[in-house]
Protein backbone atom coordinates (compact mmCIF):
# COMPACT_ATOMS: atom_id res chain seq x y z
CA UNK A 1 0.00 0.00 0.00
CA UNK A 2 2.86 2.14 0.25
CA UNK A 3 3.50 2.58 -3.30
CA UNK A 4 0.04 2.99 -4.13
CA UNK A 5 -0.07 5.97 -1.32
CA UNK A 6 3.17 7.61 -2.93
CA UNK A 7 1.31 7.08 -6.54
CA UNK A 8 -1.52 8.62 -5.30
CA UNK A 9 0.15 11.85 -3.95
CA UNK A 10 2.24 12.19 -6.91
CA UNK A 11 -0.66 12.32 -9.53
CA UNK A 12 -2.38 15.31 -6.80
CA UNK A 13 1.11 17.02 -6.13
CA UNK A 14 1.84 16.95 -10.26
CA UNK A 15 -1.61 18.90 -11.05
CA UNK A 16 0.01 21.76 -8.53
CA UNK A 17 3.42 21.69 -9.76
CA UNK A 18 4.08 20.36 -13.76
CA UNK A 19 0.41 21.16 -14.11
CA UNK A 20 1.42 24.80 -13.63
CA UNK A 21 4.67 24.53 -15.53
CA UNK A 22 3.08 23.84 -18.62
CA UNK A 23 0.33 26.61 -18.45
CA UNK A 24 3.31 29.09 -17.91
CA UNK A 25 4.87 27.87 -21.03
CA UNK A 26 1.53 28.23 -22.86
CA UNK A 27 0.73 31.26 -21.03
CA UNK A 28 -3.18 31.78 -21.55
CA UNK A 29 -4.30 35.50 -21.32
CA UNK A 30 -7.65 37.21 -21.81
CA UNK A 31 -8.85 36.84 -24.92
CA UNK A 32 -12.53 36.54 -25.69
CA UNK A 33 -12.76 32.58 -26.26
CA UNK A 34 -15.15 31.07 -29.28
CA UNK A 35 -17.63 30.44 -26.76
CA UNK A 36 -18.61 34.15 -26.70
CA UNK A 37 -17.24 35.32 -30.35
CA UNK A 38 -19.22 32.61 -32.08
CA UNK A 39 -21.85 31.40 -29.47
CA UNK A 40 -24.37 29.11 -32.03
CA UNK A 41 -26.69 27.51 -29.46
CA UNK A 42 -26.01 23.98 -30.45
CA UNK A 43 -22.27 23.41 -30.09
CA UNK A 44 -20.32 26.90 -29.09
CA UNK A 45 -22.39 27.70 -25.94
CA UNK A 46 -20.58 29.57 -22.73
CA UNK A 47 -21.20 26.98 -19.67
CA UNK A 48 -19.95 27.10 -16.08
CA UNK A 49 -16.31 25.49 -15.35
CA UNK A 50 -17.49 23.19 -12.96
CA UNK A 51 -20.00 21.90 -15.41
CA UNK A 52 -17.23 21.44 -17.97
CA UNK A 53 -14.74 19.83 -15.72
CA UNK A 54 -17.69 17.31 -15.23
CA UNK A 55 -18.33 17.06 -18.99
CA UNK A 56 -14.40 17.00 -20.00
CA UNK A 57 -13.70 13.87 -16.93
CA UNK A 58 -16.78 12.04 -18.44
CA UNK A 59 -15.86 12.83 -21.92
CA UNK A 60 -12.22 10.92 -21.58
CA UNK A 61 -12.82 8.65 -19.01
CA UNK A 62 -14.90 5.78 -20.68
CA UNK A 63 -13.81 2.03 -20.17
CA UNK A 64 -10.09 2.91 -20.66
CA UNK A 65 -9.28 4.07 -16.76
CA UNK A 66 -11.46 1.56 -15.52
CA UNK A 67 -10.96 -1.62 -17.74
CA UNK A 68 -7.42 -0.89 -19.31
CA UNK A 69 -6.34 -0.15 -15.47
CA UNK A 70 -7.69 -3.38 -14.38
CA UNK A 71 -6.33 -5.31 -17.43
CA UNK A 72 -2.93 -3.37 -16.98
CA UNK A 73 -2.45 -4.21 -13.36
CA UNK A 74 -1.75 -8.11 -14.40
CA UNK A 75 1.66 -6.52 -15.33
CA UNK A 76 2.83 -5.91 -11.83
CA UNK A 77 3.88 -2.54 -10.23
CA UNK A 78 5.30 -1.56 -13.68
CA UNK A 79 1.59 -0.64 -14.11
CA UNK A 80 0.94 1.98 -11.04
CA UNK A 81 4.25 3.73 -12.67
CA UNK A 82 3.25 4.06 -16.10
CA UNK A 83 -0.25 5.69 -14.71
CA UNK A 84 1.50 7.84 -12.42
CA UNK A 85 4.55 9.42 -15.26
CA UNK A 86 1.93 8.94 -18.21
CA UNK A 87 -0.70 10.64 -16.83
CA UNK A 88 1.42 13.78 -15.11
CA UNK A 89 4.12 14.16 -18.07
CA UNK A 90 2.03 13.07 -21.25
CA UNK A 91 -1.26 12.04 -20.70
CA UNK A 92 -2.16 15.78 -19.11
CA UNK A 93 0.00 17.80 -21.12
CA UNK A 94 -1.13 16.49 -24.42
CA UNK A 95 -4.87 17.08 -22.81
CA UNK A 96 -4.34 20.34 -21.87
CA UNK A 97 -2.14 21.48 -24.93
CA UNK A 98 -4.69 20.07 -27.73
CA UNK A 99 -7.26 22.00 -25.62
CA UNK A 100 -5.58 25.15 -25.24
CA UNK A 101 -4.72 25.46 -29.01
CA UNK A 102 -8.41 24.28 -30.20
CA UNK A 103 -9.65 27.80 -28.02
CA UNK A 104 -7.03 29.41 -29.77
CA UNK A 105 -7.88 28.20 -33.38
CA UNK A 106 -12.10 28.89 -32.35
CA UNK A 107 -12.64 25.39 -31.23
CA UNK A 108 -11.16 23.42 -34.03
CA UNK A 109 -11.61 20.14 -34.28
CA UNK A 110 -8.35 17.69 -34.05
CA UNK A 111 -7.80 17.31 -37.51
CA UNK A 112 -7.03 20.46 -38.09
CA UNK A 113 -5.06 21.68 -35.67
CA UNK A 114 -2.95 18.67 -36.47
CA UNK A 115 -3.06 19.83 -40.07
CA UNK A 116 -2.32 23.30 -39.02
CA UNK A 117 1.14 22.14 -37.72
CA UNK A 118 1.99 18.64 -39.83
CA UNK A 119 0.87 19.78 -42.96
CA UNK A 120 -2.09 19.30 -45.16
CA UNK A 121 -1.56 15.44 -46.44
CA UNK A 122 -1.39 14.36 -42.40
CA UNK A 123 -4.14 16.58 -41.79
CA UNK A 124 -6.02 14.64 -44.61
CA UNK A 125 -4.98 11.46 -43.15
CA UNK A 126 -5.92 12.56 -39.81
CA UNK A 127 -9.63 13.87 -40.78
CA UNK A 128 -10.31 9.66 -41.87
CA UNK A 129 -8.53 8.05 -39.22
CA UNK A 130 -10.56 10.67 -36.08
CA UNK A 131 -13.44 9.50 -38.05
CA UNK A 132 -12.83 6.21 -37.48
CA UNK A 133 -11.72 6.08 -34.43
CA UNK A 134 -14.49 7.89 -33.63
CA UNK A 135 -17.19 5.49 -34.53
CA UNK A 136 -14.69 2.55 -33.39
CA UNK A 137 -15.09 4.16 -29.78
CA UNK A 138 -19.14 4.45 -30.31
CA UNK A 139 -19.59 0.90 -31.08
CA UNK A 140 -17.26 -0.30 -28.32
CA UNK A 141 -18.83 1.90 -25.74
CA UNK A 142 -22.25 0.29 -26.42
CA UNK A 143 -21.28 -3.31 -25.52
CA UNK A 144 -19.47 -2.78 -22.44
CA UNK A 145 -21.95 -0.33 -20.29
CA UNK A 146 -25.07 -2.38 -22.47
CA UNK A 147 -23.76 -5.84 -20.98
CA UNK A 148 -23.38 -4.41 -17.18
CA UNK A 149 -26.82 -3.23 -17.83
CA UNK A 150 -28.17 -6.72 -18.42
CA UNK A 151 -26.54 -8.09 -15.43
CA UNK A 152 -28.51 -5.73 -13.14
CA UNK A 153 -31.88 -5.63 -15.04
CA UNK A 154 -34.80 -8.78 -15.26
CA UNK A 155 -33.76 -11.68 -17.66
CA UNK A 156 -36.10 -10.31 -20.06
CA UNK A 157 -33.82 -6.97 -20.13
CA UNK A 158 -31.05 -8.37 -21.88
CA UNK A 159 -27.65 -7.14 -23.43
CA UNK A 160 -29.34 -6.72 -26.92
CA UNK A 161 -32.17 -4.51 -25.73
CA UNK A 162 -29.92 -2.38 -23.69
CA UNK A 163 -27.90 -1.60 -27.01
CA UNK A 164 -30.70 -0.53 -28.41
CA UNK A 165 -31.42 1.78 -25.83
CA UNK A 166 -27.76 3.19 -25.52
CA UNK A 167 -27.53 3.68 -29.23
CA UNK A 168 -30.90 5.72 -29.03
CA UNK A 169 -29.60 7.82 -26.09
CA UNK A 170 -26.37 8.26 -28.55
CA UNK A 171 -28.45 9.46 -31.44
CA UNK A 172 -30.47 12.25 -29.30
CA UNK A 173 -26.83 12.97 -27.44
CA UNK A 174 -25.33 13.88 -30.42
CA UNK A 175 -28.01 15.71 -32.52
CA UNK A 176 -29.25 17.92 -29.85
CA UNK A 177 -27.37 20.91 -28.49
CA UNK A 178 -24.86 20.48 -26.01
CA UNK A 179 -26.59 21.62 -23.14
CA UNK A 180 -29.92 19.97 -23.66
CA UNK A 181 -28.95 16.52 -22.83
CA UNK A 182 -24.86 16.45 -21.87
CA UNK A 183 -25.02 19.76 -19.78
CA UNK A 184 -27.58 18.60 -18.05
CA UNK A 185 -27.25 14.71 -17.45
CA UNK A 186 -23.26 14.60 -17.07
CA UNK A 187 -23.45 15.99 -13.68
CA UNK A 188 -25.10 13.29 -12.03
CA UNK A 189 -23.28 10.83 -14.35
CA UNK A 190 -20.07 12.28 -12.62
CA UNK A 191 -21.51 11.89 -9.19
CA UNK A 192 -21.95 8.30 -9.41
CA UNK A 193 -18.21 7.92 -11.17
CA UNK A 194 -16.81 9.71 -8.32
CA UNK A 195 -18.90 8.12 -5.71
CA UNK A 196 -17.36 4.74 -7.61
CA UNK A 197 -13.71 5.94 -7.02
CA UNK A 198 -13.78 7.03 -3.65
CA UNK A 199 -15.72 4.23 -2.35
CA UNK A 200 -13.16 1.40 -3.62
CA UNK A 201 -10.85 4.03 -2.71
CA UNK A 202 -11.24 4.00 1.04
CA UNK A 203 -12.36 0.18 1.08
CA UNK A 204 -8.51 -0.27 -0.34
CA UNK A 205 -7.30 1.48 2.76
CA UNK A 206 -10.06 -0.65 5.22
CA UNK A 207 -8.99 -3.80 3.72
CA UNK A 208 -5.45 -2.82 3.36
CA UNK A 209 -4.69 -5.53 0.58
CA UNK A 210 -1.11 -6.95 -0.20
CA UNK A 211 -0.27 -4.52 -3.38
CA UNK A 212 3.12 -4.86 -5.44
CA UNK A 213 5.80 -2.09 -4.19
CA UNK A 214 8.17 -0.82 -6.38
CA UNK A 215 11.34 -2.04 -4.67
CA UNK A 216 10.29 -5.80 -5.27
CA UNK A 217 10.97 -5.41 -8.78
CA UNK A 218 8.98 -4.16 -11.73
CA UNK A 219 8.69 -7.82 -13.28
CA UNK A 220 6.12 -8.72 -15.55
CA UNK A 221 3.74 -10.68 -13.42
CA UNK A 222 1.47 -11.28 -16.23
CA UNK A 223 0.50 -14.70 -16.91
CA UNK A 224 1.47 -14.92 -20.21
CA UNK A 225 4.34 -12.70 -19.77
CA UNK A 226 6.17 -14.71 -22.69
CA UNK A 227 4.40 -13.54 -25.31
CA UNK A 228 2.86 -10.53 -23.96
CA UNK A 229 5.80 -7.95 -22.75
CA UNK A 230 5.52 -5.05 -20.80
CA UNK A 231 6.99 -3.02 -23.61
CA UNK A 232 4.79 -1.97 -26.24
CA UNK A 233 1.54 -4.33 -24.46
CA UNK A 234 1.16 -2.51 -20.96
CA UNK A 235 1.16 0.59 -22.23
CA UNK A 236 -1.21 -0.04 -25.50
CA UNK A 237 -3.27 -1.82 -22.53
CA UNK A 238 -3.33 0.91 -19.94
CA UNK A 239 -4.16 3.55 -22.83
CA UNK A 240 -6.90 6.20 -21.23
CA UNK A 241 -5.43 5.97 -17.51
CA UNK A 242 -2.00 7.70 -18.53
CA UNK A 243 -2.30 9.22 -22.05
CA UNK A 244 -5.25 8.80 -24.69
CA UNK A 245 -5.56 10.02 -28.05
CA UNK A 246 -8.97 9.72 -28.18
CA UNK A 247 -8.98 12.92 -25.29
CA UNK A 248 -8.02 15.63 -27.80
CA UNK A 249 -10.83 14.53 -29.53
CA UNK A 250 -13.16 15.65 -26.86
CA UNK A 251 -11.24 18.61 -26.34
CA UNK A 252 -12.81 20.78 -28.86
CA UNK A 253 -16.16 20.17 -27.38
CA UNK A 254 -15.32 21.77 -24.28
CA UNK A 255 -13.09 24.55 -26.23
CA UNK A 256 -16.07 25.79 -27.81
CA UNK A 257 -17.65 26.11 -24.07
CA UNK A 258 -15.18 27.68 -21.90
CA UNK A 259 -15.57 31.17 -21.19
CA UNK A 260 -11.81 32.06 -20.52
CA UNK A 261 -8.16 30.34 -21.22
CA UNK A 262 -7.51 30.36 -17.73
CA UNK A 263 -9.93 27.93 -16.75
CA UNK A 264 -7.73 25.67 -18.94
CA UNK A 265 -5.46 23.76 -16.50
CA UNK A 266 -8.19 22.51 -13.80
CA UNK A 267 -10.52 21.60 -17.36
CA UNK A 268 -8.15 19.91 -19.48
CA UNK A 269 -5.01 18.69 -17.45
CA UNK A 270 -7.02 18.37 -14.05
CA UNK A 271 -9.59 15.78 -15.79
CA UNK A 272 -6.96 13.67 -17.02
CA UNK A 273 -5.11 13.46 -13.59
CA UNK A 274 -8.47 12.88 -12.12
CA UNK A 275 -8.65 10.00 -14.71
CA UNK A 276 -5.31 8.86 -13.55
CA UNK A 277 -6.33 8.77 -9.86
CA UNK A 278 -9.41 6.73 -11.35
CA UNK A 279 -7.18 4.13 -13.03
CA UNK A 280 -4.96 3.76 -10.13
CA UNK A 281 -7.89 2.87 -7.98
CA UNK A 282 -8.94 0.39 -9.89
CA UNK A 283 -5.27 -0.89 -11.10
CA UNK A 284 -5.22 -1.77 -7.22
CA UNK A 285 -8.67 -3.23 -6.64
CA UNK A 286 -7.70 -5.36 -9.59
CA UNK A 287 -4.50 -6.55 -8.04
CA UNK A 288 -6.23 -7.73 -4.72
CA UNK A 289 -9.02 -9.69 -7.10
CA UNK A 290 -6.57 -11.20 -8.90
CA UNK A 291 -4.63 -11.96 -5.43
CA UNK A 292 -8.00 -13.51 -4.21
CA UNK A 293 -9.24 -15.20 -7.21
CA UNK A 294 -6.20 -15.73 -9.62
CA UNK A 295 -5.20 -14.11 -12.98
CA UNK A 296 -7.33 -16.61 -15.34
CA UNK A 297 -10.61 -13.84 -15.32
CA UNK A 298 -10.55 -11.53 -18.15
CA UNK A 299 -13.52 -9.96 -18.38
CA UNK A 300 -13.22 -6.38 -16.35
CA UNK A 301 -16.78 -6.41 -15.61
CA UNK A 302 -16.94 -9.46 -13.91
CA UNK A 303 -13.95 -7.98 -11.67
CA UNK A 304 -15.84 -4.27 -11.20
CA UNK A 305 -19.18 -6.45 -10.40
CA UNK A 306 -17.66 -8.77 -7.95
CA UNK A 307 -15.11 -6.05 -6.72
CA UNK A 308 -17.78 -3.26 -6.41
CA UNK A 309 -20.67 -5.48 -4.52
CA UNK A 310 -17.95 -7.75 -2.44
CA UNK A 311 -16.44 -4.09 -0.79
CA UNK A 312 -19.64 -1.93 -1.18
CA UNK A 313 -22.39 -4.02 -0.31
CA UNK A 314 -25.69 -4.47 -2.72
CA UNK A 315 -26.65 -0.92 -2.79
CA UNK A 316 -23.20 0.59 -2.78
CA UNK A 317 -22.43 -2.00 -5.68
CA UNK A 318 -25.17 -1.15 -7.85
CA UNK A 319 -23.89 2.82 -7.35
CA UNK A 320 -20.70 2.26 -8.54
CA UNK A 321 -21.08 -0.01 -10.88
CA UNK A 322 -23.77 2.95 -12.69
CA UNK A 323 -20.70 4.82 -12.67
CA UNK A 324 -18.75 2.36 -14.39
CA UNK A 325 -21.79 2.29 -16.52
CA UNK A 326 -21.76 5.73 -17.24
CA UNK A 327 -18.42 6.49 -17.92
CA UNK A 328 -18.17 4.64 -21.36
CA UNK A 329 -21.45 6.02 -22.43
CA UNK A 330 -21.11 9.38 -22.15
CA UNK A 331 -17.88 8.70 -24.15
CA UNK A 332 -19.33 6.99 -26.77
CA UNK A 333 -21.99 9.89 -27.31
CA UNK A 334 -19.53 12.66 -27.26
CA UNK A 335 -17.40 10.63 -29.38
CA UNK A 336 -19.89 10.46 -32.18
CA UNK A 337 -21.11 14.31 -31.55
CA UNK A 338 -16.77 14.39 -32.26
CA UNK A 339 -17.32 12.94 -35.09
CA UNK A 340 -20.16 14.87 -36.64
CA UNK A 341 -17.96 18.36 -35.74
CA UNK A 342 -14.81 16.98 -37.76
CA UNK A 343 -16.75 16.09 -40.25
CA UNK A 344 -18.77 19.50 -40.76
CA UNK A 345 -15.26 21.32 -40.35
CA UNK A 346 -13.38 20.00 -42.95
CA UNK A 347 -16.80 20.17 -45.29
CA UNK A 348 -17.36 23.37 -43.89
CA UNK A 349 -21.17 22.50 -43.31
CA UNK A 350 -22.96 24.70 -40.74
CA UNK A 351 -24.63 22.89 -37.61
CA UNK A 352 -27.49 24.94 -36.67
CA UNK A 353 -29.60 23.14 -39.13
CA UNK A 354 -30.23 19.96 -37.69
CA UNK A 355 -31.49 18.30 -41.44
CA UNK A 356 -27.48 19.64 -42.27
CA UNK A 357 -26.59 17.32 -38.51
CA UNK A 358 -28.52 14.53 -40.31
CA UNK A 359 -26.89 14.56 -43.54
CA UNK A 360 -23.41 13.75 -41.40
CA UNK A 361 -24.81 11.41 -38.76
CA UNK A 362 -26.81 8.90 -40.74
CA UNK A 363 -23.71 7.29 -42.44
CA UNK A 364 -21.80 7.04 -39.12
CA UNK A 365 -24.43 5.34 -37.40
CA UNK A 366 -25.11 2.66 -40.45
CA UNK A 367 -21.06 2.32 -39.57
CA UNK A 368 -21.45 1.52 -35.85
CA UNK A 369 -24.12 -0.61 -36.07
CA UNK A 370 -22.71 -2.54 -38.41
CA UNK A 371 -19.72 -2.59 -36.11
CA UNK A 372 -21.85 -3.78 -33.36
CA UNK A 373 -23.33 -6.77 -35.36
CA UNK A 374 -20.16 -7.62 -36.49
CA UNK A 375 -19.28 -7.52 -32.69
CA UNK A 376 -21.98 -9.39 -31.51
CA UNK A 377 -22.06 -12.37 -34.10
CA UNK A 378 -18.51 -13.49 -34.26
CA UNK A 379 -17.44 -14.75 -30.89
CA UNK A 380 -13.99 -12.92 -31.04
CA UNK A 381 -15.67 -9.43 -32.60
CA UNK A 382 -15.56 -6.77 -29.66
CA UNK A 383 -12.24 -8.20 -28.65
CA UNK A 384 -10.60 -7.44 -31.99
CA UNK A 385 -12.49 -3.84 -32.58
CA UNK A 386 -11.75 -3.32 -28.75
CA UNK A 387 -7.93 -3.85 -29.57
CA UNK A 388 -7.90 -2.09 -32.92
CA UNK A 389 -9.71 0.73 -31.05
CA UNK A 390 -6.69 0.69 -28.01
CA UNK A 391 -3.93 0.66 -31.00
CA UNK A 392 -5.61 3.68 -33.15
CA UNK A 393 -5.66 5.67 -30.06
CA UNK A 394 -2.64 5.63 -29.03
CA UNK A 395 -1.52 6.21 -32.36
CA UNK A 396 -4.07 9.39 -32.28
CA UNK A 397 -1.93 10.55 -29.34
CA UNK A 398 1.15 10.12 -31.49
CA UNK A 399 0.05 12.66 -34.08
CA UNK A 400 -1.33 15.13 -31.67
CA UNK A 401 2.14 15.04 -29.41
CA UNK A 402 4.03 15.91 -32.38
CA UNK A 403 1.94 18.53 -33.84
CA UNK A 404 2.04 20.18 -30.30
CA UNK A 405 5.70 19.93 -30.27
CA UNK A 406 5.82 21.39 -33.94
CA UNK A 407 3.83 24.31 -32.09
CA UNK A 408 6.28 24.30 -29.09
CA UNK A 409 9.26 24.94 -31.43
CA UNK A 410 7.43 27.81 -33.88
CA UNK A 411 5.60 29.61 -30.93
CA UNK A 412 8.27 29.43 -28.45
CA UNK A 413 11.39 29.67 -29.94
CA UNK A 414 12.59 26.12 -29.73
CA UNK A 415 12.94 26.54 -25.57
CA UNK A 416 10.18 24.14 -24.38
CA UNK A 417 9.54 22.12 -27.07
CA UNK A 418 10.98 19.25 -24.61
CA UNK A 419 7.98 19.13 -23.09
CA UNK A 420 6.24 16.95 -25.73
CA UNK A 421 8.94 15.94 -27.27
CA UNK A 422 10.34 13.07 -25.40
CA UNK A 423 6.89 11.92 -24.90
CA UNK A 424 6.25 12.09 -28.55
CA UNK A 425 8.96 10.13 -29.25
CA UNK A 426 8.06 7.60 -26.51
CA UNK A 427 4.44 7.06 -27.84
CA UNK A 428 6.00 6.73 -31.53
CA UNK A 429 8.72 4.08 -30.47
CA UNK A 430 5.29 2.44 -28.24
CA UNK A 431 2.97 2.31 -31.12
CA UNK A 432 5.72 1.07 -33.74
CA UNK A 433 6.48 -1.65 -31.67
CA UNK A 434 2.71 -2.76 -30.81
CA UNK A 435 2.02 -2.93 -34.11
CA UNK A 436 4.72 -5.22 -35.07
CA UNK A 437 4.70 -7.66 -32.44
CA UNK A 438 0.74 -7.51 -31.55
CA UNK A 439 -1.21 -10.41 -33.02
CA UNK A 440 -3.76 -8.04 -34.53
CA UNK A 441 -0.61 -6.61 -36.44
CA UNK A 442 2.49 -8.20 -37.59
CA UNK A 443 2.87 -10.97 -35.06
CA UNK A 444 6.92 -10.33 -34.93
CA UNK A 445 8.66 -12.18 -32.16
CA UNK A 446 8.02 -10.21 -29.17
CA UNK A 447 11.65 -10.14 -28.06
CA UNK A 448 12.49 -8.25 -30.98
CA UNK A 449 10.32 -5.45 -29.51
CA UNK A 450 13.43 -3.59 -28.09
CA UNK A 451 15.28 -3.67 -31.50
CA UNK A 452 12.23 -2.10 -33.47
CA UNK A 453 11.87 0.81 -30.38
CA UNK A 454 15.95 2.09 -30.74
CA UNK A 455 14.67 1.77 -34.71
CA UNK A 456 11.69 3.32 -34.38
CA UNK A 457 13.53 6.33 -32.20
CA UNK A 458 15.78 6.81 -34.34
CA UNK A 459 14.09 7.17 -37.27
CA UNK A 460 12.03 10.05 -35.85
CA UNK A 461 14.73 11.91 -33.70
CA UNK A 462 16.50 12.08 -37.52
CA UNK A 463 13.42 13.33 -38.76
CA UNK A 464 12.78 15.56 -36.22
CA UNK A 465 16.35 16.93 -35.72
CA UNK A 466 16.46 17.68 -39.57
CA UNK A 467 13.26 19.51 -39.98
CA UNK A 468 14.55 21.47 -37.04
CA UNK A 469 18.03 22.01 -38.45
CA UNK A 470 16.52 23.32 -41.69
CA UNK A 471 13.63 25.58 -39.64
CA UNK A 472 16.75 27.26 -37.51
CA UNK A 473 18.93 27.76 -41.00
CA UNK A 474 15.41 29.55 -42.08
CA UNK A 475 15.29 31.29 -39.36
CA UNK A 476 18.76 32.68 -39.04
CA UNK A 477 18.60 33.77 -42.74
CA UNK A 478 15.82 35.55 -42.31
Keep these: MITFTLCLLALVVGYFTYGRVVERVFGPDDRKTPALTRTDGVDYIPMPTWKIFMIQFLNIAGLGPIFGAIMGAKFGAASYLWIVLGSIFAGAVHDYLSGMLSMRHEGESLPELIGRYLGVTTKQVM ?3 SVVLMVLVGAVFVAGPAGLLANLTP ?29 KIYPLFALALLFMAVGILVMLYVNHPALPELWDGLQNTHPDAQDLPIFPIMFV ?57 GMEETNAAVIVDAVTKDWLGTVGGVLA ?43 MFLAAIGLLVYSLRDADGFDMIWRYFAWSNQTLSVFTLWAVTVYLVRAKGGRYFYLTYVPAMFMTAVCTTYICVAPEGFGLAPGLSPYIAVGALLVAGVWFGVWYAKRDVARKLD
Design 127 to 129: RVF
Design 155 to 183: EALDTTFWIVVVFLYYILATMLPIDKIIG
Design 237 to 293: SIACGAISGFHATQSPLMARCMKSERHGRPVFYGAMITEGIVALIWAAAATYFFHEN
Design 321 to 363: VLGVIAAPITSGDTAFRSARLIVADFLGMEQKSIRKRLYICVP
